[in-house]
């Protein structure tokens, strides 16, 4: 146990369908952050917010918004997205955006059908 | 971008058994943290190193940061099932501020 939740743990989804996934933090940081993780490949940074403001969208597709309304949540809202998004989705969180060491929560596994 | 190379990328060894794995840079990072991933789990952090030649340890883990801040070695000493999992290195640079790169990790399998 983390202190980083994400829910749900699962998700299947066809192209056109609209999903949320959610990432609570219980370590009082001030930064939290969503990475893509695929098969064979290093983890991507996708979008990084900071005392609730995102400070970082590193070139991700619009098909992918974020959603901060406090520092202890954050939403990444899904909608028509392509087979090739699927993949495991992990949220982060450390004391701020400065600081290096960041602890991940459990992830959400897609798959676009 | 940054890349960082992590070897070996799989590896078998026996129960009992030391391991080594390391990662290296074309670049200076300023800190080196260390992850393990279960299957179906996020990464846990499991070592952070914050200065050139540190050496810090963690129970049967121990990691250093290296002298010239471009690589980060990780060994695990007597190898128990447990330990089964893929470790990722992750270093970040000055002045990239929420930025980690990411090795691509490590697979490590024990056979009893």
């Known amino acids: 146990e983390t202190g980083v939740t994400q829910t749900p743990r699962h998700l299947v989804m066809g192209m056109t369908n609209k999903k949320s996934l959610k990432c609570e933090q219980h370590l009082g940081h001030n930064a939290m952050y969503w990475y893509k993780q695929s098969a064979k490949k290093p983890l991507e940074l996708m979008f990084v917010?900071?005392?609730?403001?995102?400070?970082e969208n590193n070139s991700v597709p619009s098909r992918f918004s974020p959603e901060c309304p406090n520092s202890s949540h954050l939403f990444l809202h899904l909608h028509t997205l392509q087979p090739e998004d699927s993949a495991l989705y992990l949220c982060?969180?450390?004391?701020?955006?400065?600081?290096?060491?960041?602890?991940f929560g459990p992830g959400t596994r897609l798959t676009v059908l | 971008g940054q890349q960082l190379n992590q070897s070996p990328q799989s590896m078998f060894i026996q129960e009992g058994e030391d391991v080594s794995m390391n990662c290296t840079s074309s670049?200076?990072?300023?800190?080196w943290l260390w992850y393990k991933q279960d299957p179906g789990e996020g990464p846990v952090l499991l070592i952070a190193l914050y200065k050139a030649g540190e050496l810090t340890s963690n129970g049967r883990l121990t990691a250093q940061f290296g002298i010239t801040r471009k690589d980060s070695f990780l060994n695990i000493s007597a190898s128990i099932p447990s330990d089964v999992g893929i470790y990722f290195c992750a270093g970040q640079t000055i002045g990239t501020a929420s930025k980690l790169t990411f090795g691509t990790g490590t697979r490590l399998q024990v056979t009893l």
């Open positions: 982060a969180s450390s004391q701020d955006a400065e600081g290096a060491e960041q602890f």
């Open positions: 670049s200076i990072f300023n800190t």
């Open positions: 917010y900071n005392f609730k403001e995102q400070t």
